[in-house]
């Protein structure tokens, strides 16, 4: 049975979007909802073991599953997760179950395709985060953009058509360089698309300057990184809750993952000689974004640009390794900031999309005093502007928390650089809260606000208690991961040079 | 000349058809308009009969007729059998496009069947003159055929430039052939190789002769610069004629190039190389970025099909077993995405109503989201997005290239240019699922087609989760037919 988790962890979405499609039209809108719900009720249960049965002290995959899928190409259809990837399978199949119960009766047109495209579109995440060979990474990869694709194009807002193909060339324009890279490093293996092939062989620096570059565009377009971060906005604003949703708790942590399965472990010289850019553009990310989300006026280009911000730190972490970090805590911080960041920003997105179903707008200018007609929502909002702030006891804290230690045992004036984030950070988001929540009541529509109905309540309850259980007991995630962060770490030590 | 070295057997296939073809042509003549069902049963009948033949006929083993002039392998029973599939779903899918605009009639069977007889003798030609023969009797067939709607002007024009592009192309062809019949003193494509290989024939002879084919081979290919033609024939063509053009003879073109560069003159291959790196670099990049400029669909698509024969080219200028069989590949997946694609612009189609410009696709997921849906399968495939089977195809002919490290920056260009023209793919979803119908009445479709033209499109996709199966086909053909062992 625990071979074939992570099939199921991909398939039962899968299967279940296409039955959901199968309904058909609007006349059938009710029963695509509750297949849909139950699919992703489904797709979640199979992952939860998951996280129960990993064995804490392996480092290398688990769960594995191997069989040949296209010989002409020995591609194969072999998928495990280690600590590294095991948590983002969990968390792309809960997000993927809150955005079902998210669009529940905000999406009226064309539901059965909605709630189709992200089972569909979570199942092919699913398989991104469990391949253990490059090419099936990259169908997967690839393949998910079509059904996001559909998501910001046809339910979007106004300019949704725009977004969408921006949306779809940047990523396109990443993951090609990607291609040929795996090509490459296919024929220096001796034939195998084994991402373990490709950590292993070693490789010269220019091969692996070149390499870094291909793995640069694909994943940080993704993450996404200035100054390729310019597409993230457009499509937050144009999507739909939903989409917002899961663009930012689990795709842009595509990215992230990719940086840490390919580019470190294959080309860890290069990322030694030319790391600083990295991080460079990383601490741009972290300030100048910072500052940049502070002057938005619209609530959602907000939070995305405070996704970028956050996002600077993840790779900060990341890449820090390579300056010499002595501990683990870059890395693992940059980890924890990557969950904690899924539940933030879903959280974050689904507080717009709760405001925007009844005001229709998502301008800062059309609200205030929200706190007098929807108490019970603005104290939840409350709870997460805090975590995207870094308050202790939330999420949010921890893994901001950590990058910062582990920056100031590399160079002070990153940990010092880094750290204006707490500041930024907590100035755009609570100031965007106090200017929308707090104050006299703004205009009628905020007059005739209804606090949250029960469907709300619960997503945003289950996402307050997934962001204080991360806040206050870490330890539950640290430890799955340790062991394989050790070992990520000890091949980026080595060097790969012939 | 011995009845046993003229070896009928192998020929079967091209025999059946053509005595069926001309057994059609008398027949018709005796049928009224209304009658001509009968024509197109006959027609379809003619095919299953070939395909039979081929099937039954199929061994590993090259079997040699007419003393060497022609031979049926492996890669060459391969070919046809997609020809078939081809031409038989262009008659399927064009029944009643046709019989709206009154070339429902005899002439548009035949020609398309003497256009298939044609393309399977340029699949077996292993002499030059059987190839020019095979070549002549395609392009002749298919210069009629896009005059068929003879008072059409646009369909006129058409038919005239291509009639006139296409012997100014036949004629640097045979140019070039007769240079290397100097040269050798053989039309035989394995005597020919045998003596360029020994070094006896005179070289610069041999590369004059090589450059007026491969000239001759872009023209047929349509690759660019040679390319002029191809989008005012794709547009001004009857649709069904432009999905027969954008199908079959891409696996016809195919044969082609194999037998002439790679079985003729192997020993060029360093010169042929540096001439369809050119053609190809040029065909992707002008291709790609041409065709975000059109507003009609099929010429679009004409400007697609550019850039799709430059991919084509990258695997057999890569020189190697695994590029010819990764070009195969991609001939065989383009020609079934290229039928679905023109399929879906026949289907929208109806009396008195052209459905080619790119606006008539807007709300096609409101109007009929199954078809929609299909034609989405095709667009994603033609851009290249994985899992359907033209991201395979690309993935075949670009490792072919990486496989040489000399080329890798041939493969970022032709990724590159992809993505330019995944743009204009793009579009054509955002136009039926983004954007509200010009005109929301419903498509009518014969059963028969819309049953076809489904199975056409999942063919795609299901080629692209399972590839293995014709990949393997087209690397063992390839390899027992080049004789590489």
């Not at chain 1, 490459?184 to 092939?197: N, P, Q, R, V």
């Amino acid at each position: 049975m625990s071979e074939h988790l992570l099939s199921l962890a991909i398939w039962v979405p899968i299967v279940a979007g296409l039955i959901v499609l199968a309904t058909g039209g609007d006349r059938n809108a009710g029963v695509a909802r509750v297949l849909a719900l139950i699919g992703a009720v489904l797709g979640f249960l199979v992952t939860i073991p998951l996280y129960t049965s990993f064995a804490p002290l392996h480092g290398g995959a688990q769960f594995e599953e191997m069989r040949a899928w296209i010989p002409a190409f020995n591609i194969n259809y072999h998928l495990g997760v280690d600590g590294l990837s095991m948590f983002f399978v969990i968390l792309n199949a809960f997000t993927t179950l809150l955005v079902v119960v998210a669009g529940w009766e905000v999406i009226q047109e064309r539901v059965a395709q909605y709630m189709a495209a992200f089972l569909i579109m979570s199942g092919l995440i699913n398989g991104a985060f469990s391949s253990m060979d490059a090419m099936l990474f990259y169908v997967f990869f690839e393949a998910m953009l079509i059904p996001l694709y559909l998501i910001v194009g046809v339910w979007g807002g106004q300019n949704r058509v725009y977004a969408a193909i921006k949306l779809f060339l940047y990523t396109l324009m990443g993951s090609l360089l990607l291609l040929v890279a795996f090509i490459y490093l296919f024929f220096k293996t001796g034939h195998s698309f084994e991402i373990a092939d490709f950590q292993r062989i070693a490789l010269p620096l220019s091969v692996q300057g070149l390499l870094m570059v291909a793995f640069f565009f694909a994943f940080a377009v993704k993450v996404p990184m200035f100054p390729v971060h310019t597409w993230l906005p457009d499509a937050h604003v144009e999507a739909p809750t939903g989409g917002s949703m899961v663009l930012a708790a689990i795709t842009l942590k595509l990215g992230a993952y990719g940086f840490l399965r390919f580019a470190l472990p294959i080309a860890p010289d290069a990322a030694r000689q030319y790391g600083w850019i990295i991080i460079l553009l990383s601490l741009i990310a972290v300030v100048y974004i910072g500052l940049v989300a502070l002057v938005q006026t619209d609530m959602k280009k907000l939070v995305a640009y405070s996704s970028i911000s956050h996002m600077g730190f993840v790779t900060l972490g990341f890449y820090m390794l390579v300056d010499g970090a002595p501990t683990t805590y870059g890395v693992e911080g940059a980890l924890v900031q990557m969950i904690s960041h899924g539940f933030v920003s879903a959280a974050m997105f689904f507080c717009i999309g709760v405001m925007y179903d009844r005001v229709h707008s998502r301008k800062i200018a059309d609200y205030g005093g929200v706190a007098n007609t929807m108490p019970k929502f603005a104290a939840f909002a409350l709870l997460f502007a805090m975590a995207n702030s870094g308050l202790p006891a939330t999420s949010g804290f921890v893994g901001e928390f950590m990058v910062i230690v582990g920056a100031v045992q590399v160079n002070f004036w990153y940990a010092a650089l880094a750290a204006t984030t707490l500041v930024f950070g907590a100035s755009y988001t609570l100031w965007m809260y106090k200017r929308v929540i707090f104050g006299e009541v703004a205009n009628s529509h905020v007059a005739e606000l209804k606090d949250i109905n029960l469907r709300e309540f619960a997503v945003l309850a289950v996402l307050a208690v997934a962001v204080l259980g991360m806040g206050l007991y870490p330890e539950a995630f640290t430890s799955k991961m340790h062991t394989s962060v050790d070992t990520l770490i000890s091949q980026v030590k080595q060097s790969k040079l012939p | 000349m011995t009845l046993a070295s003229l070896n009928l057997v192998a020929a079967l296939p091209e025999i059946w058809l053509l005595c069926a073809t001309s057994a059609i042509l008398l027949i018709d003549l005796f049928l009224k308009d209304e009658q001509r069902d009968i024509t197109y049963a006959l027609s379809l009948l003619a095919l299953v009969g070939a395909a039979v033949f081929t099937i039954e006929g199929y061994s590993a083993a090259p079997r040699a007729a007419f003393s060497g002039m022609f031979v049926a392998d492996a890669m060459s029973d391969v070919l046809k059998v997609g020809m078939y599939a081809a031409v038989g779903l262009m008659l399927a899918y064009s029944r009643s496009y046709a019989a709206d605009r009154q070339i429902y009639k005899g002439e548009l069977f035949t020609l398309s069947l003497f256009a298939l007889l044609g393309m399977m003798v340029m699949a077996s030609a292993t002499n030059l003159l059987t190839l020019y023969v095979g070549l002549e009797l395609l392009s002749l067939s298919l210069y009629a055929l896009v005059a068929l709607p003879r008072d059409n002007k646009v369909a006129t024009e058409a038919a005239m430039k291509y009639f006139v592009l296409g012997a100014l192309a036949s004629g640097m062809l045979l140019y070039g052939m007769s240079m290397i019949y100097g040269a050798t003193g053989s039309l035989n494509v394995h005597e020919i190789a045998q003596k360029v290989a020994s070094g006896s024939a005179n070289a610069t002879l041999l590369v004059f002769g090589l450059v007026f084919i491969v000239t001759g081979i872009g023209f047929k290919l349509g690759n660019v610069p040679f390319h002029m033609w191809v989008p005012d024939v794709y547009q001004g063509s009857p649709t069904a004629v432009t999905l027969l053009i954008g199908s079959a003879p891409k696996l016809a073109a195919f044969a082609f190039v194999i037998r002439l560069l790679v079985q003729a003159l192997p020993s060029l291959q360093a010169q042929w190389q540096g001439m369809l790196i050119v053609l190809a670099v040029l065909s992707i990049g002008i291709g790609n970025v041409v065709a975000i400029a059109q507003t009609n669909l099929k010429r679009m698509l004409a400007y697609s099909t550019i850039s799709h024969m430059g991919f084509l080219l990258l695997g057999i200028l890569s020189g190697s077993l695994q590029g010819y069989s990764a070009s195969m590949f991609y001939a065989i997946v383009y020609a079934l995405m290229s039928v679905a694609g023109f399929g879906v612009v026949l289907l929208m189609s109806r009396q008195g109503f052209e459905a080619e410009r790119l606006a008539d696709l807007k709300g096609l997921a409101q109007r009929s989201p199954w078809f929609a849906w299909m034609m989405l399968f095709v667009m994603f495939s033609m851009a290249g997005i994985p899992v359907f089977s033209g991201f395979f195809a690309k993935l075949a002919v670009i490792q072919a290239v990486v496989a040489d490290d000399k080329l890798i920056w041939l493969a970022v260009v032709a990724v590159l240019f992809s993505l330019v023209g995944a743009f204009y793919y793009l579009r054509v979803v955002k136009l039926m699922f983004m954007d509200e119908p010009l005109d929301a009445s419903p498509i009518a479709v014969k059963f028969d087609m819309r049953v076809l033209l489904s199975i056409n499109c999942l063919a795609i996709l299901v080629l692209g989760l399972m590839p293995q199966s014709l990949l393997k086909l087209c690397y063992e053909s390839v390899k027992t037919s080049l004789g590489m062992l």
